[in-house]
């Protein structure tokens, strides 16, 4: 029974509300050997080999609300049981102290978790992530990762693809797609040679175009459209193979088309294209800019009694005769 009085006594002096100046000990005598006297630098001891100190067990609403105690009070340490509030002041269950204004959990684990199990990340081998906004150098992250201060990458590959985009920073300094790079661009090639109709007053949408770079998908290869993704500034280019299927008064039109006529277009004369041989037909290349609207349909065109040749054959070898270009250059 004599390893139960320092226990009995300290209790019965907590009950009368005195001020005890003096240090205490407090164990059971599982341990030994074991000195009766508490450490110099602890103002109460607890000593078990087989028991742990039971906190009070409370239910916070959040991390901002006092509540069950009548106020925030530095220094009070209490376990968490439920879990409650709104992020990014929610509670889980576990400990948490109070720094006088708020609570804080304690924990040896921060905020990432481990993408393997889901749970929190104890090593520094995990793969982790998380599912707030991160900030480096900064106490307000107001992206999912908000960095102050130089950036510095090293080992990074070399591109390996076309398709790859830049990055640009504007100017609030948000990392972003080059625009110009991934929308609003499109080039490709004539697939096979294509034959305008004998009509003089249409625009004969050039088909079986295969495209080679469209990283935003702006191409319908399809139907031959071209949707612009934004309104602006473009540049149309068109390098063409063609010769005449039949004689015409007027010179031959090559251009860019929308809806009902032409938004860009180049004239050849009509003798160059009629004398150009069967075989490699006349090569001529045009570049013009023109004022696209984001929403609208635009397409590659040329005018009536036209051959547009794929793929000429010639003395010195054969090649693509026919493609085309558009880029975006300003919004």
Known sequence: MKRFFPLLAFSLLLAQGSNLLAQSKIKDGTVSPSSSLPSANAILELESANKGLLLPRVALNSVLDASPLSAHVAGITIYNTVSAGSPPDDVQPGFYYNNGSRWIMLSSRGPWNNTRTKTGAGANTDSVYIMGNAGIGIDTATARLDINGNIRVRNIPLSDTTEDISLVVDKNGYLKRNLNESRGIIRGYL????TSGTSSAS??????????HDPGNDFNA???VFTAPVTGLYRIGMTTAAVATATTPTNY???????TDWVLRFTIDDVVIE???ASSGASNSF???????AGQDYYFGISYNLKLLAYPSGGTGTGIGSYFEIQLLQN
């Open 253 to 259: 039109v090559f251009g860019l088309a929308g809806s």
């Open 191 to 194: 697939n096979s040679d294509f």
């Open 275 to 277: 004398s150009a041989p």
């Open 203 to 212: 625009i004969d949408k050039i088909t079986d175009i295969t495209e080679v």
């Open 222 to 224: 399809a139907t031959s």
């Open 287 to 293: 570049t013009g800019l023109a004022q696209l609207t």
